[in-house]
């Protein structure tokens, strides 16, 4: 059925793309006539790109481009293109970067790998992830060397596609494209750097290739020149616990601290809680005074993780003397995370934890 012109649909429609071309700023004419004023009547590249430099107005930088594109015996280079997009793409005014990077990437055999590495950022910043990919994919084709991607241009496309994303399925997706590129990188002759392979590792974690994260990593100091780093640990850490492979997990975390390194928080608590629900409580109580010992923070679920499992392994005494530990060793991490059970939870658990509580208060008296 056909929206009726007079129907409540069709006028916020409109209403909306009035506010919109309300909203768009409108070009300074002074501002802009003053800087056309400051260009001498045979100006060069470098003159134009100084000057769009220093204007704050990235409306007045795209007008200046844009009527310098107009001058007779004056041809852009990569400078003034460079510091337009920049301009542009700071004010997140992508749809007229677009037009800019267009222009540049329609010249032959033209640009620089800052210039592209810079239309790249932006585009993943305005999430634009196909129009990143295809200057990418231009790069490639250039016969310029200067202009072939580097190791910064693939760090940029591993954020983009590692940012902003909780869904397993997107993440599963996106992982391809990753891998892809990866293997582009190598084959053409790019080694990859710590963040590189950390960004693939958790890129893999995400998408629950555990196995592929655990492969990258034993070739890490072997095949490739980097060795781990906290993150790259605290990763694999992660994604072992979310599968149940405590085992895996234990040994990775060994290997952490042999070579020098702590557990972030979000690894102990995923160590903690994981050897809770495996059903090895008092590994997991291990684990906890560990981070405790480290300074590392725990949450409300980690806490409740371990005392319902103390609970339903009949430990409810073992649960009420942890708490009380808990609160004499590390008052400012536990009494939020009791308070919080106390609220959220009306179960057996919650009546241990009012009993240890209540004994608290006896004991402070």
């Known amino acids: 059925m056909l929206a009726s012109p007079f129907s409540s649909t069709t006028y916020w429609k409109r209403v909306n793309r009035r506010n919109l071309a309300a909203s768009k ?149 996106y992982m391809d494209t990753m891998s892809m590129l990866f293997k582009q990188m190598v084959d053409d002759g790019i080694d990859p750097d710590i963040f590189a392979l950390n960004s693939m590792i958790k890129g893999y974690v995400l998408s629950l290739h555990v196995n592929d994260a655990l492969r990258l990593y034993h070739q890490m100091g072997v095949v490739y020149d980097c060795v781990p780093n906290s993150f790259t640990f605290d990763y694999l850490i992660h994604g072992l616990c979310s599968q149940g492979r405590t085992c895996n997990a234990r040994k990775i975390c060994d290997e952490m601290k042999a070579k020098g390194f702590v557990p972030s928080s979000k690894s102990y608590n995923s160590l903690v809680s994981s050897f809770a629900l495996e059903g090895e409580i008092d590994e997991s109580v291990s684990y906890l005074w560990e981070m405790i010992g480290n300074e590392r923070l725990g949450d409300y679920i980690t806490y409740k993780t371990v005392v319902d499992e103390l609970c339903r392994q009949q430990r409810c005494g073992d649960a009420v003397n942890l708490l009380k530990e808990l609160q004499e060793k590390s008052a400012k991490i536990t009494v939020g995370c009791v308070d919080a059970i106390a609220k959220r939870d009306g179960r057996r658990v919650v009546t241990k934890i009012k009993e240890a509580v209540l004994m608290f208060g006896k004991n402070d008296d």
Request: hydrophobic share 40%.
């Open 25 to 173: 700023p409108t070009l300074d004419e002074f501002q802009f006539r003053r800087a056309v004023s400051q260009l001498l009547p045979r100006f060069k590249p470098e003159d134009l790109h100084n000057l769009i430099n220093l204007q704050e107005d990235p409306l007045v930088c795209l007008e200046l481009f844009n009527w310098a594109s107009q001058q007779p015996r004056f041809t852009h280079d990569v400078s003034t293109f460079h510091v337009t997009i920049k301009k542009l793409g700071a004010a997140k005014m992508y749809d007229e970067m677009d037009l800019i990077v267009n222009e540049a990437m329609a010249i032959p055999s033209f640009g620089s790998e800052a210039l592209y590495n810079t239309m790249i950022y932006f585009f993943t910043e305005a999430r634009k992830l196909s129009r990143a990919v295809n200057v990418y994919k231009h790069m490639r084709s250039l016969k310029k060397l200067d202009c072939k991607p580097s190791i910064r241009t693939y760090n940029l496309l591993f954020t983009s596609f590692l940012s902003r994303r909780s869904n397993t399925y997107i993440n599963h997706m």
